[in-house]
T-cell receptor, first 116, second 119 residues
């Protein structure tokens, strides 16, 4: 069965510190992987995505993620966290039909708090 | 990026009434829209896939007669929660897929969500 696991429900980091959010997936075919961010009461914004090619992908807001097939992981990283990064982060795996993204399966999310 | 807008952003209704939530793609045409439901402190669960001009495809366990979806145009999909009950209280989020044929692989764009509270 397809699934996405985010082991950390809640993470607190100090402003300026580095960040890594974990994501593991289970998928029967080549995964298409996404990271989204959700601010309180808001919809989701795409941070980055991996479809193929270079396993280290760069996203918006200084985020990057690395796809590791051997570990079935797609961890999100940022070298220096800003207070505005406090939000909930969702990892998702999707399927591609005819070149278009289809259903997404989301992880349970990781809530990031940033200390001054 | 493309903009998807939901309305209303927050609605409170009495038990037994019906509520309609709109999802609009403001600057692009979306042949496919998805409706998600998010419970507090939980992830998004896909409810249904809405295709313009055809019936929606519901995920297993989602009552199609309770959650009516209409996708009458390329820029509008509506979700109607019929005979709402307190257990239907949730955050409903739509996403629209751009099918303009670029190399963006039909990226999904999400609305800001609609919070339903049923008293």
């Amino acid at each position: 069965a397809q699934s996405v696991t985010q082991p950390d429900i809640h993470i607190t980091v100090s402003e300026g510190a580095s960040l890594e959010l974990r994501c593991n997936y289970s998928y029967g075919a080549t995964p298409y992987l996404f990271w989204y961010v959700q601010s309180p009461g808001q919809g989701l914004q795409l941070l980055l995505k991996y479809f193929s090619g270079d396993t280290l992908v760069q996203g918006i807001k200084g985020f990057e993620a690395e796809f590791k097939r051997s570990q079935s992981s797609f961890n999100l990283r940022k070298p220096s966290v800003h207070w505005s990064d406090a939000a909930e982060y969702f990892c998702a795996v999707g399927r591609i039909y005819g070149g278009a993204t289809n259903k997404l399966i989301f992880g349970t999310g990781t809530l990031l708090a940033v200390q001054p | 990026g493309a903009v998807v807008s939901q309305h209303p952003s927050w609605v409170i209704c009495k038990s037994g009434t019906s509520v309609k939530i709109e999802c609009r793609s403001l600057d692009f045409q979306a042949t496919t829209m998805f409706w998600y439901r998010q419970f507090p402190k939980q992830s998004l669960m896909l409810m249904a896939t809405s295709n313009e001009g055809s019936k929606a495809t519901y995920e297993q366990g989602v009552e199609k007669d309770k959650f009516l979806i209409n996708h009458a145009s390329l820029t509008l999909s509506t979700l109607t929660v019929t005979s709402a009950h307190p257990e239907d209280s949730s955050f409903y989020i739509c996403s629209a897929r751009g099918d303009w044929g670029r190399e963006n692989t039909g990226e999904l764009f999400f609305g800001e969500g609609s919070r339903l509270t049923v008293l």
